[in-house]
Nanobody, 123 residues
Framework: QLQLVESGGGSVQPGGSLRLSCAAS????????MGWFRQAPGKEREYVAC???????YYADSAKGRFTISKDNAKNTVHLQMNSLRPEGTAVYYC?????????????????WGQGTQVTVSS
């Protein structure tokens, strides 16, 4: 059974960093694209970044230059390193997966979701 479990959220001051992790079970990364999304209070869920089955990475404009998505295949874990965090980054961050080997991962309808981890950026 596919399961995604996020961790690493917390509270941080503006300009700070956090590293989110998503432990995946029931899948192998060579057949899945993995993505990070977030949902701020009162707003719709939005795409943040994704990494394809062949390790191509893509970022939303808001994440470019500050966030890095990566995979640890040995641990079946996906990470999102977030630097220079801003107050508008306050949201619940979700890990998601979709079965595809295509090198391009944005725009897919991700079918499997974790429970989310809260990130709060505030002084």
């Amino acid at each position: 059974q596919l399961q995604l479990v996020e961790s690493g959220g917390g509270s941080v001051q503006p300009g700070g960093s956090l590293r989110l992790s998503c432990a995946a079970s029931g899948i192998t990364f060579d057949s899945y694209a993995m993505g990070w999304f977030r949902q701020a209070p009162g707003k719709e869920r939005e795409y943040v970044a994704c990494i394809s089955a062949v390790d191509n990475t893509y970022y939303a404009d808001s994440a470019k230059g500050r966030f890095t998505i990566s995979k640890d295949n040995a641990k079946n874990t996906v990470h999102l390193q977030m630097n220079s965090l801003r107050p508008e980054g306050t949201a619940v961050y979700y890990c998601a997966a979709v079965q595809t080997t295509y090198r391009h991962c944005p725009g897919y309808i991700y079918k499997h979701w974790g429970q989310g981890t809260q990130v709060t950026v505030s002084s």
